[in-house]
């Protein structure tokens, strides 16, 4: 191993071969077996399809971002002895906390303060200092989150948080603990934090007064003490015993003082360097940043300004290690792409004429792409008031380029921001950029998730999947988690939230026309694979498809099969059989007692035992007093419901979670396999509004929820 990517241990736990490109890493003796695996911002914008040549794998044998991705994507999970006692869980049904409502573990929220948010489009961070297993609060250093409050940090108020004993069930004690809480200089942190490569300190911009913008580097030391309402207060200085900060303010190319509240910080591992955007459109450049005395870059050509000629705030910027380019965007609609080593720009055509372009660009070094969403791609089209859409660039854009399109809905003409998508795992797996990108686009009215479909880098029709909400309101960015160790098959899931009217609903929760999470289960199809009766995957139609005959899939050669449309109806897959659960929905009717049912209308309702019930034959449900009947739990088998018979499609492949005002960007937690503390797994975000339920509120959350059911 060479460089950064050897103090990761990315490698993995013997051999992880790499068989697209025919070459194989090791992990060497004497490397530790265990080691950081730190999720960040960064590591949702910097995405890579498979290397296709041995140039481009020895390109990306430095970034440690790909072997994270790699890592979670697909290694085997070894857990050693001494980390995994004999006596915890071996069944791997806790990686989403099990498949039925009755084997879902409980969620946690902790108060950040009243009007507290990480914030739309921007993320919590999670550091775990184990790759293979996960920590409480003892022993060694556990697992941790940090999330900003973006609230001004005071002697009663914490500007940035952590938590650690995450994890229930698994950890004693109080779940979570305040692992140290910090007032940051009386600032107020609205983007998102970075990792250094250890774990030990935090890169993030903050401002104070709202005028003037700081890099800050935090040195965090634990705390028994520190909480939200009781944090530490750390005074900018030297900054060389934790706990500490330093912070240079933001400055233009004349030395005026800037602003920041849309650019996060990207940090380069290998380079120890950092850059950060402002309000005016300049962009800076920090070296060293966590392995010396915090420096900003003021030597031509640094700080950048990257559209001088339309100055506006930067989004976050991202760097490309293969080109050595940065690449960011801006809120006048433009994509710009800076020369690290020069300074040179190159500024494309105009992309967005809505809110501008809001989200960090997500960058395959790969590909050799990057993709860009916008709000509103121009004054006419889509009924006249403009379209949401995706955009994707090469890497070596000509100036005034427009890139390729694809269209996501309806825009307006005061759209709602459009955020980040996410791919799914068959683009990560691909060596030609092929598979499938989820966003949450409409933005002129309900936000609705889109599948956007992507051969060698070129985008193909695109198909619309669930409303998420009944009227127009903002949404968040989209994750993409697949999970290759949950028991009964692979599986993977989008996440996207709404600020208002969700539509969320089910058996044990309903985000009652609020702000809401929702997750849907996208798992792809794959070839020759033996698929047992019960798992799913996700159709050319955005329709759930459920095994009722096990089997063996076609062959790659073969292709994916011809899917039925028709709700209920059977798709033959060489020896499998797959049942059409109908399209993705954010909601599910309940069963109702002494109902009419007619078959032919495609009613469906969720049982008992959260499964997909299709009404066949019309009749009249049984009464109160009776109760619901017996539901056959096997996909495919009817059910007698006095006159009314159902057929089980499966289980729901949805479920939601009230979250006040909607949801900040959503991180993961690990993915992790036998023998792994229970509960490790599961997803981190904020709400964006107060909530009367969160811990010791009502105020803004930091929430954990699981992965599958969310409950």
Known sequence: MKGIAAQFGWFGAGLFCLVTVGWVLARPVGTPLLAGLPMDWTHRHVIFSQPGTSAQARLLADEPRFWQQEFRRSALRVVSDEMAPAEEPSSLGLVFKGISPARVHRDWSEDLGTGASVGAGNYPAKYGFHVTTANCASPGPPDFVVFSTGLLGSATQASIVAYDNLYSPGCSGTVPQVYWAYNTNFGQVTT????????????????????????????????????????????????????????????????????????????????????????????????????????????????????????????????????????????????ERVSVSTGAVTISGQVDRGTGVIAQTIVDPTAAKLYIFASRDSLAGCAGTGCSAVYSFATNFAPGNLGAKALVGNSSATPNPMYAGGFDSTYLSSVNATGNLYVCGNTGGAPTVYQVPITAGAFGTVVTGPALASAATGCSPVTDIPNPNVTGGATEWIFAGVRNNGLGSGLTTSCASGGCLMNFKVQPWKPATAYTVGQQVIDSHFQIQVVTTLGTSRTALQGPPVWSAILGAVTADNTVRWRDQGP????????????????????????????????????????????????????????????????????????????????????????????????????????????????????????????????
């Open 192 to 335: 998102s934090p970075v990792f250094s490569a250890d774990g030990t300190q935090l890169a993030f911009v903050q401002n104070n007064g709202g005028i003037v913008a700081s890099l800050v580097v935090l040195k965090w030391k634990s705390s028994t003490t520190e909480t939200v309402a009781s944090p530490a207060t750390l005074t900018p200085g030297a900054c060389t015993t934790a706990p500490c900060i330093a912070t240079i303010p933001l400055t233009d190319g004349s030395g005026f003082a800037t602003n920041d509240t849309t650019s996060s910080v990207f940090y380069d591992y290998a380079s120890d360097s950092a850059w950060v955007g402002d309000s005016a459109s300049w962009l800076h450049r920090f070296h060293p940043v966590f392995k010396g005395t915090l420096t900003e870059i003021r030597t031509a050509p640094w700080p950048v300004h990257v559209n001088p000629g339309n100055p506006s705030p930067l989004s976050s910027p991202v760097h490309d290690l293969v080109s050595n380019n940065i690449f960011v965007a801006d809120q006048g609609g433009f994509v």
């Open 584 to 711: 993705q929905v954010a909601a599910h009717a309940i069963w109702l007692a002494s109902h009419p049912y007619t078959s032919g209308t495609g009613t469906e309702i969720v049982d008992s035992n959260n499964n997909i019930q299709l009404v066949t034959t019309s009749g009249t449900s049984r009464t109160a007093l009776q109760g619901h009947p017996a539901w056959s739990p096997t996909p495919g088998v009817i059910t007698a419901d006095n006159t009314v018979r159902w057929r089980n499609l499966g289980s729901a492949a949805t479920a939601n979670l009230a979250a006040a005002g909607g949801t900040s960007g959503i991180i993961i937690d690990n993915i992790v396999g036998t023998g792994t503390m229970a509960g490790a797994s599961q997803v981190y975000f904020s709400t964006q509004g107060n909530q009367a339920t969160c811990g010791g509120g009502p105020g803004g959350c930091a929430v954990q929820a699981s992965q599958s059911a969310l409950q």
